[in-house]
Every structure is written in structure tokens, then in C-alpha cells.
């Protein structure tokens, strides 16, 4: 493996999360708003029929969890805080590595912080009337909550984390079992669970459908920036991001079959807020509001995952001596990256007010998933450069798993480039900006002698 920069003196974080708070911050990370809206376009893009659009689901889920136990082989052997930035910079050299954290902290993640708080006050008003200005006045004050909770320790986050996800991912399964049990979309009718024939309109949609539902799926990676404070990673790391992989898929199944069962097939596939109206259907009117509940819940479990986790990569960036050298202290009194945590909301919240994280992330988020597909690769550069190391997880079926997750991760990115090529341009535009930034940072490093003269 090659050699990484010497880190720059500063305190170590503390090993403080267990089994089960990376099964919850993976869970919780995922879990926004999609599972509320997504499955009604999947099952229009399947043609309402229920077979195609649950194994979509099915499918893209064990896609992203062949990608979790790719990952978590990588954790367990490689256990530092930074994950998937030290996979790419380990197999693919500093650059690659600084251009994927370029792209989280300045789009994608502090993008995704700034989503999340907007949608929050949006749902928020489902409660009460507000105001444009008041509406942005609610979303910094979310993100700061959201930003102070993680200043003050990585254990208080992880208690939020972990109640949070429990609410949300609680409320689901039940409010879906209510559905099932008492809707009568798979009874009445004639649903169609399979096609007579399999038309190429059925495979196109079925890969659109695909392509969404990946996104859907999208965050669990995030876990492994919070590798390094994992205690007995070599064990926990593996199985943390394995299982909660694994319960998402179970919960996103479960919504998809109640909101079918409340709905039918063809009024779920043409509703604009599936989950909202799949309980106002069983429950009546006044139940709209518990989804509007539960959702501002979800997002605010979302929000704190990854104001937990996307810092930790910034606090490795700046130990790498790449990024700004205050972003790799640790607070002596709380034990957490605190200069971190506070400069990735900070820019999320101007992101926030000024509205421009709608245009930033359309760009540029297509992009994580070329840095996902790296991440995963690095697995190979790992077993060559060191055959013989102890590994205290190995990927079941390898080389097959890794490599089925790259082929989805490039299947989005080829996708966005063909029927889309002005936006991924722009986007990949966006990420070729951090090119000179990393030369500035690396001639900095250099000139303060975190990074070696040799490299």
C-alpha cells in the first residue's frame, strides 16, 4: 500500500461508537424523504406492474450492500477516520483522494445538509403557515442545532442518531403493517404482479427505475468516514455497515408493499405523495399529518448523520496537509472535530439561504458515484500491494462483489453522461476545479512539512 502524508500533531479521536451505532447512523444516513416519494415513480416507470418494481428494489439493494461489504473489508483492515477518502488515496494517489473530498465538502454533502434543512421547513409547514424569510430563519436554526449536538461529543450525536433512526425506522415498519393488513390494493382489482411478455419500454424503465432507486439507497457509504472511532473496528466496522445495508433494504420492501396494499398498483404509480396519501386512505385525513411527523423526523435523523460522519473526511483531508490545518485539531474539551464540523455547516448554511444548492448538487452529485466506484476498486490495489495481511473481514465473492458494485456505480455515471451530457460536463467541470486547489494545498503542505518534499 502507499505510503499516506504524516499526519499533523494533533490529538488522536476517541474510539466511542459501537455495533449499534453504526447500524443506526447507516440506517438513519439513508432514510430522507425518498422512501416517502421515489416508489411512485418506480412503479410508474415499471409499467404498475408490482413484480418489476419491488425487485428494483430488491435488485439496487443488494447492489449497495455487495458495495457494504466491499467497504467494510476495507474498514476493517484500514479502521482511521477518513474511510473512503483513504481507500481512493491509498489505491489511487492524493489527488483523486482531495478531488472526491473537494466535491463532498464544498457540493455534495454540505449540498445534501442544505437540502435536507430547506425540505425540513417545507414539511414543517404542513403544521403551521410560515413565511419565505421565516422558512430560511428555521433551516440555519436546524443546521446549527444540528452542528452544536455533534460539537459537544460524538457520543451525545450518536444518542440522537440512534433515537432518531429508532422513531423513524419504527414508525415505517408499523405504519406499513397497518397498511398491509388493512388495505385491499393487492385484492381488488386484477394487480399485475408480472407482464405477459418483456418489452424493451419494460427494460428501459425498469433501468430508469434502477438508477433512481440506487440514489434512494445512497448514503451508507457515509459510515465509513467514522471509521476511526469505532471501537474494535476490525470486528464492529464490518458488521456495522453490513447489517444496516441489509435492514434498509428489508424497510424500504416493507414501505413499497404497504403503500401498494393501501393504494393499488395504478394509484400508487400516479400519486405525487405516495405516503401521504397510502395513510390518509386507511387512516383518514387527520393521519396525513403523522407522515408530515415522521418525515421531519426522518430528516433531521438524515441531517445529523452526516454532520457526524462527512467531517471526519475533511479532518483527515487537513491531517494530509490538504485542506486548512485548523480542520485536524481535535476540541480538547469535547474530543470531537469540531473546526470541521462547524466549517462544513457553516458553508451548508450559505448554501442554504442563498438557494444555490438545488443548481450545485443537479450538477455535480452524479459525480460522487465515479468516486464511489473507486472506492471500491481500491480493494484490488489492496490485495495486490499486500497478498499476505491479516484480514479481519474478507468479501464474500470476491472479485465478483466488488465488481458487480463498480459496474452499478459506472451504470449511473454512463447513464447521466448519455442522456444527460450538458449537466455531467458542468459537473465534472465542477470537480476539475479542485485540480489547481490541490497543487495549492499540496505546495502548502510541503512548505509546512506535513507533506514530505519526496511526494
Known sequence: MSSSPAPVPSAALSRTLNLRDLILIVVGTVIGSGIFIVP??????????????????????????????????????????????????DAFGPMLAFLFGWTMFFVISSGSLATLAVAFT???????????????????????????????????????????????????????????????????????WWPARVESSLMSGVGLAMIGVLW??????????????????????????????????????????????????????????????????????????????????????????LVLTAPRLYYSM??????????????????TPAFAIVAGSAWAILLAISGTFEQLLTYVVFAGWIFYGLGALAIFSYRRKAPNAARPFSVPGYPITPILFVASAAAIVLNTLMTQPGRALIGLGAVAIGVPAYFFWRAKGRRSGVIPASE
Open 216 to 305: 434512494a439507497y445512497e448514503g451508507w457509504q457515509y459510515v465509513t468516514f467514522s471509521a476511526g472511532e469505532t471501537r474494535d473496528p476490525r470486528r464492529t466496522f464490518p458488521l456495522g455497515i453490513t447489517i444496516g445495508t441489509a435492514l434498509l433494504i428489508g424497510i424500504y420492501l416493507l414501505a413499497n408493499v404497504g403503500y401498494i396494499s393501501a393504494l393499488g398498483p395504478d394509484a400508487a404509480a400516479q400519486s405525487q405523495r405516495i405516503a401521504a396519501q397510502s395513510v390518509t386512505v386507511i387512516m383518514g385525513p387527520a393521519a396525513g399529518k403523522i407522515i408530515a411527523g415522521i418525515i421531519l423526523i426522518s430528516m433531521f435523523s438524515a441531517a445529523n448523520g
Open 122 to 192: 417545507g414539511y414543517l409547514g404542513e403544521f403551521t403557515t410560515l413565511s419565505r424569510g421565516m422558512s430560511r430563519g428555521i433551516a440555519v436554526v436546524m443546521i446549527a442545532v444540528v452542528t452544536l449536538i455533534n460539537v459537544l461529543g460524538t457520543r451525545k450525536s450518536a444518542g440522537v442518531q440512534g433515537w432518531t433512526t429508532a422513531i423513524k425506522s419504527l414508525a415505517i415498519v408499523l405504519i406499513s403493517i397497518v397498511l398491509i393488513s388493512r388495505g385491499t390494493g393487492f385484492s381488488s382489482g386484477d394487480p399485475q
Open 40 to 89: 411512485a415513480s418506480v412503479l410508474a416507470q415499471t409499467g404498475g406492474e408490482i413484480g418489476p418494481a419491488l425487485l428494483v428494489w430488491l435488485i439496487a439493494g443488494i447492489l449497495s450492500l455487495l458495495g457494504a461489504l466491499t467497504y467494510g473489508e476495507m474498514g476493517a483492515a484500514n479502521p482511521n477516520a477518513g474511510g473512503l477518502y483513504s481507500y481512493i488515496r
Open 318 to 335: 487537513a491531517r494530509d496537509g490538504l485542506f486548512f490545518g485548523k480542520l485536524a485539531e481535535v476540541h480538547p474539551r469535547f474530543g
